[in-house]
């Protein structure tokens, strides 16, 4: 059985066949959806209608699209924009949700040699962690959120939130700070 396409060699085909998009829709679908749940796009029939506006913009910018980059990190920038978009239409604010990677996203909140004493000490409920997510400025949110809980790397980061690779680390470095600061001082 020969190797399956990747997201690039699929998307130079779906130049041919505009059918072949579907791949990529399968591909994305279950990880985009979970990543706008993660953004704070509460309700599934906006995450539906955010998605689908995602896909439709990717689907006709695709001739744009540069097959030697990364389709992965361009679907989730479009979606990222989308979400955003969606916000500000609506006037609201994200509601963060961390479903079942709260102790994850604790341990790794957790894991920072500067502090692993106190950080070790950390008693927290999901909703703490949701309302300390929740305060934070939305760009940090966003890159905490596209890095611990879509394992995106300091370079898809940079490339999603178009900032530059520099001020990914210092962005992140702030955040863990604020969310274990604010997590500390929580009463369990």
């Known amino acids: 059985m020969p190797p399956e396409p990747t997201d690039e060699e699929v998307v130079r085909q779906t130049l041919a066949d505009k059918e072949r998009f579907a791949v990529l829709i399968s591909r994305y679908e279950p990880k985009l959806t979970r990543y706008l749940r993660r953004l704070g796009v509460g309700v599934e029939e906006d995450r ?8 439709l913009k990717a689907y006709r910018n695709l001739n744009s699209f540069d097959t030697d980059l990364s389709f992965s990190t361009w679907i989730y920038r479009i979606t990222h924009n989308e979400a955003m978009s969606f916000f500000r239409r609506r006037k609201a604010r994200p509601e963060v949700s961390l479903g079942e990677d709260e102790e994850a996203f604790r341990a790794l909140l957790a894991d920072d ?12 409920n999901g909703d703490a962690v949701k309302e300390a997510l929740a305060a934070l400025p939305e760009a ?3 890159a905490i959120t596209l890095r611990f809980f879509e394992d995106r790397s300091y370079a898809e980061l940079s490339d999603i939130l ?3 690779p520099g001020t990914v680390a210092t962005l992140l470095r702030r955040a863990k700070g604020r969310l274990r600061e604010r997590l500390e001082h929580h009463e369990p």
């Not at 539906?48 to 896909?55: S, Y």
């Not at 040699?113 to 950390?122: M, P, V, Y």
């Open 48 to 55: 539906e209608d955010v998605l689908q506006n995602a896909f």
């Open 113 to 124: 040699a500067a502090d692993t004493a106190a950080s070790a000490e950390l008693r927290i």
């Open 140 to 142: 940090e949110r966003d």
């Open 162 to 164: 178009e900032i530059p």
